[in-house]
T-cell receptor, first 114, second 111 residues
Framework: NAGVTQTPKFQVLKTGQSMTLQCAQD?????MYWYRQDPGMGLRLIYY???????DKGEVPNGYNVSRLNKREFSLRLESAAPSQTSVYFC?????????????FGPGTRLTVT | DQQVKQNSPSLSVQEGRISILNCDYT??????FLWYKKYPAEGPTFLIS?????DKNEDGRFTVFLNKSAKHLSLHIVPSQPGDSAVYFC??????????FGKGTRLSVIA
């Protein structure tokens, strides 16, 4: 049981390049999330998927797209990377149930855009 | 506008003493509150939570207190250990909406 896995762990891009961050979970969770963490800014939600087949914008969606490929996988795409997207990206998943739900996080992808 | 605020970016505590991390929120509709712990180069991990119908929840050395009238919660760690040194995030949710996180407090426990 690996929990939430993310690939790659590190990536360096040039301005204007594109890439896709991959995330997979093996806990049979319905909901998945993408966050970015910047120094002094905490964790900010980019996009989330409450269930397979649905996606919604979070606090900072501009410059990103997502795909919920199936129940296990949720990818984040940067179509034209910008230096402002230099950050650590975390994927998370949760089991949607009434009331409390704990989110489980992956180890993160450290992205640098030059 | 920040809905969840952690006003202390950092905190230093001696080993064996109590660590108190604070969190304020503005949305009175939040009904669940959680604390996450994050070590460098790792993802955040869940630590403890509390429902809005309670005012205290305890798990070993960790206790979370909720004061709904003041829209304030705190995490107490007693006794503090060097392994507790990490960044602690407060988070809140309203119904099944995604968690809203604070900016985090870096705790350093000095041996």
């Amino acid at each position: 049981n690996a929990g939430v896995t993310q690939t790659p762990k590190f990536q360096v891009l040039k301005t204007g390049q594109s890439m896709t961050l991959q995330c997979a979970q093996d806990m049979n969770h319905n909901s998945m999330y993408w966050y970015r963490q910047d120094p002094g800014m905490g964790l900010r939600l980019i996009y989330y998927s409450a269930s397979e087949g649905t996606t919604d914008k979070g606090e900072v969606p501009n410059g990103y797209n997502v795909s919920r490929l199936n129940k296990r996988e949720f990818s984040l795409r940067l179509e034209s990377a910008a230096p402002s997207q230099t950050s650590v990206y975390f994927c998370a998943s949760s089991e949607q149930r009434t009331g409390f739900y704990e989110q489980y996080f992956g180890p993160g992808t450290r992205l640098t855009v030059t | 506008d920040q809905q969840v605020k952690q006003n202390s970016p950092s905190l230093s505590v001696q080993e064996g003493r109590i660590s108190i991390l604070n969190c304020d929120y503005t949305n009175s509709m939040f009904d669940y509150f959680l604390w996450y712990k994050k070590y460098p180069a790792e993802g955040p991990t869940f630590l403890i939570s509390i429902s809005s119908i309670k005012d205290k929840n305890e798990d070993g050395r960790f206790t979370v207190f909720l004061n709904k009238s003041a829209k304030h919660l705190s995490l107490h760690i007693v006794p503090s250990q060097p392994g507790d040194s990490a960044v602690y995030f407060c988070a809140a949710s309203e119904g099944n909406t995604p968690l809203v996180f604070g900016k985090g407090t870096r705790l350093s426990v000095i041996a």
